[in-house]
């Protein structure tokens, strides 16, 4: 079994940075060179001053420890590439947006130039390991782009190495993983390079937590995993609506079938919906992977996961509006949180992005604020989902502010759209002075004390709560 010395990861995203940065603090024997095209990412990551082009606490005390020591970041991907034993592919599959299984499908476009971009510049014999989340059987298609380009002396094993990464956790998720899955031909080279990948885990993972099983095992159970993970927050979802109606607490439900060891209680926070880059992706993923093989039940099965989160959004918009005698046009509208969950600057995918645009389209004035997220992502997503309306005309809608505050002045509502933990000790005093009366709280995270806020005078909404006594 050859013993990997120096390891290439193409693409300095969410899942190659951290990943093989925690590599190269547990495996300090291995040199690690994380490439990137994008040369504003890569300046980022070797900033002197640690400005990483992402937010995920403890990632930075990582990267101090190993960056310069066998850590490298580069935009000199041939250089990674032949340089390495080892090449993770962890690059964006996006869902499609056109063509063939456009809104479903996975854009496979960057696995295929990285996997061309090997096959062109390899000139000994690697281990390539898929990091990417990508469909069943993604990895006999880099097969067949590797034979068939691949020069003299070169040959490749390929493994799946999915990540099971939440955001906001993700470093603590790399320092002690649930599971690490790799899956690989059950060919003797298969194997081999199977537990060469081991080996390089086994520096800091128990030998027991290593999962071993066949490639397209791996390759869909990482698609089961988040649409498992997702199903279960719709599930809960789809039960706040029923205590909203009832007069039911969706906390107080949630912890009684949490309590059954058979369920248990993660994942069934009810919330104004689920957002990041994986769930929606994966399960449309899994939709149209379902109906390629002629699932149509399977693949209704799934689109229903989707279909709840998206209701979920839009009741919760529809219930602001509706509480606020009918209609926001013209009122001013606090919006706390942007991300898509707390502990993150990521925003792909964010419930806020969708309550912000139903507001846009009453006509609201909105105020923003989240503490990571920068307010050029903040216009970009906002472009982005509304597409025909000018920045400039968005712009005017919409400000961003520099703290919760400042975004809560002269509003008439708040609607908390992200738990950050700085927003259970705002000062609510000072923020009810501020706002003009009445004043409403719309708690779409299960975040707030309602009825110390109700003592101060709000008017409070928590998402899953019916009002009747």
Same mark, same amino acid.
């Given at each position: 079994?050859?013993?990997?010395?120096?390891?290439?990861?193409?693409?300095?995203?969410?899942?190659?940075?951290?990943?093989?940065?925690? =590599?190269? !603090?547990?495996?300090?024997?291995?040199?690690?060179?994380?490439?990137?095209?994008?040369?504003?990412?890569?300046?980022?990551?070797?900033?002197?001053?640690?400005?990483?082009?992402?937010? %995920?606490?403890?990632?930075?005390?990582?990267?101090?420890?190993?960056?310069?020591?066998?850590?490298?970041?580069?935009?000199?991907?041939?250089?990674?590439?032949?340089?390495?034993?080892?090449?993770?592919?962890?690059?964006?599959?996006?869902?499609?947006?056109?063509?063939?299984?456009?809104?479903?499908?996975?854009?496979?476009?960057?696995? %295929?130039?990285?996997?061309?971009?090997?096959?062109?510049?390899?000139?000994?014999?690697?281990?390539?390991?898929?990091?990417?989340?990508?469909?069943?059987?993604?990895?006999?298609?880099?097969?067949?782009?590797?034979?068939?380009?691949?020069?003299?002396?070169?040959?490749?094993?390929? !493994?799946?190495?999915?990540?099971?990464?939440?955001?906001?956790?993700?470093?603590?998720?790399?320092?002690?993983?649930?599971?690490?899955?790799?899956?690989?031909?059950?060919?003797? %080279?298969?194997?081999? &390079?199977?537990?060469?990948?081991?080996?390089?885990?086994?520096?800091?993972?128990?030998? %027991?937590?290593?999962?071993?099983?066949?490639?397209?095992?791996?390759?869909?159970?990482?698609?089961?995993?988040?649409?498992?993970?997702?199903?279960?927050?719709?599930?809960?979802?789809? !039960?706040?609506?029923?205590?909203?109606?009832?007069?039911?607490?969706? &906390?107080?439900?949630?912890?009684?079938?949490?309590?059954?060891?058979?369920?248990?209680?993660?994942?069934?926070?009810?919330?104004? $919906?689920?957002? $990041?880059?994986?769930?929606?992706?994966?399960?449309?993923?899994?939709v149209y992977l379902s109906e390629s093989l002629n699932l149509k039940e399977v693949a209704e099965y799934w689109k229903q996961v989707v279909t709840m989160n998206e209701y979920q959004k839009r009741r919760f918009s529809k219930r602001v509006v509706d509480t606020l005698f009918n209609t926001i046009t013209g009122k001013r509208?606090?919006?706390?949180?942007?991300?898509?969950?707390?502990?993150?600057?990521?925003?792909?995918?964010?419930?806020?992005?969708?309550?912000?645009?139903?507001?846009?389209?009453?006509?609201?004035?909105?105020n923003i604020y989240d503490p990571q997220v920068e307010s050029n992502q903040i216009w970009a997503d906002l472009n982005e989902a509304s597409p025909d309306v000018p920045l400039e005309t968005i712009q005017r809608q919409v400000s961003i502010c520099s703290s919760a505050l400042e975004a809560c002045k002269n509003a008439e509502?708040?609607?908390?759209?992200?738990?950050?933990?700085?927003?259970?000790? =705002?000062?609510?005093?000072?923020?009810?002075?501020?706002?003009?009366?009445?004043?409403?709280?719309?708690?779409?995270?299960?975040?707030?004390?309602?009825?110390?806020?109700?003592? =101060?005078?709000?008017?409070?909404?928590?998402?899953?709560?019916?009002?009747?006594?």
């Amino acid at each position: 079994m050859p013993r990997v010395k120096q390891i290439c990861c193409i693409g300095a995203g969410y899942v190659g940075g951290p990943t093989c940065a925690v =590599i190269a !603090l547990k495996c300090p024997h291995i040199r690690v060179t994380i490439v990137d095209l994008n040369q504003a990412r890569i300046d980022a990551w070797n900033s002197p001053d640690f400005n990483l082009p992402i937010y %995920e606490p403890g990632l930075e005390d990582v990267v101090r420890q190993a960056r310069g020591r066998n850590l490298f970041f580069s935009t000199d991907v041939d250089k990674g590439i032949r340089d390495a034993d080892l090449i993770f592919v962890s690059v964006n599959t996006p869902t499609k947006k056109s063509g063939v299984g456009a809104g479903f499908a996975a854009d496979l476009n960057y696995v %295929e130039l990285a996997t061309r971009r090997i096959a062109a510049t390899a000139t000994s014999s690697k281990i390539v390991v898929e990091k990417s989340t990508v469909p069943c059987r993604t990895a006999e298609s880099m097969r067949t782009i590797l034979d068939a380009n691949s020069k003299p002396n070169a040959r490749f094993d390929i !493994l799946s190495n999915p990540e099971f990464l939440a955001e906001g956790t993700a470093i603590d998720d790399l320092f002690a993983p649930d599971r690490v899955l790799i899956g690989s031909l059950q060919t003797q %080279e298969g194997k081999e &390079a199977c537990a060469a990948l081991s080996e390089v885990y086994q520096n800091w993972v128990p030998k %027991e937590r290593i999962l071993t099983v066949g490639l397209w095992s791996s390759e869909l159970s990482k698609l089961a995993a988040n649409a498992m993970l997702a199903q279960r927050i719709s599930s809960v979802n789809a !039960l706040s609506a029923i205590c909203e109606a009832t007069g039911a607490n969706i &906390a107080e439900v949630a912890h009684s079938i949490g309590q059954d060891s058979r369920i248990g209680p993660k994942f069934l926070r009810a919330s104004v $919906g689920f957002g $990041g880059s994986c769930f929606q992706k994966d399960i449309l993923n899994l939709v149209y992977l379902s109906e390629s093989l002629n699932l149509k039940e399977v693949a209704e099965y799934w689109k229903q996961v989707v279909t709840m989160n998206e209701y979920q959004k839009r009741r919760f918009s529809k219930r602001v509006v509706d509480t606020l005698f009918n209609t926001i046009t013209g009122k001013r509208i606090a919006v706390l949180g942007f991300a898509f969950k707390a502990d993150t600057g990521d925003t792909r995918e964010s419930a806020a992005i969708t309550l912000i645009r139903d507001f846009q389209q009453e006509r609201a004035l909105v105020n923003i604020y989240d503490p990571q997220v920068e307010s050029n992502q903040i216009w970009a997503d906002l472009n982005e989902a509304s597409p025909d309306v000018p920045l400039e005309t968005i712009q005017r809608q919409v400000s961003i502010c520099s703290s919760a505050l400042e975004a809560c002045k002269n509003a008439e509502a708040v609607v908390i759209a992200t738990e950050w933990a700085e927003f259970k000790t =705002i000062d609510w005093q000072a923020v009810y002075a501020s706002m003009n009366k009445p004043a409403f709280v719309f708690d779409g995270r299960l975040l707030v004390d309602a009825d110390r806020l109700r003592s =101060i005078g709000f008017k409070v909404t928590v998402i899953g709560r019916g009002e009747r006594l």
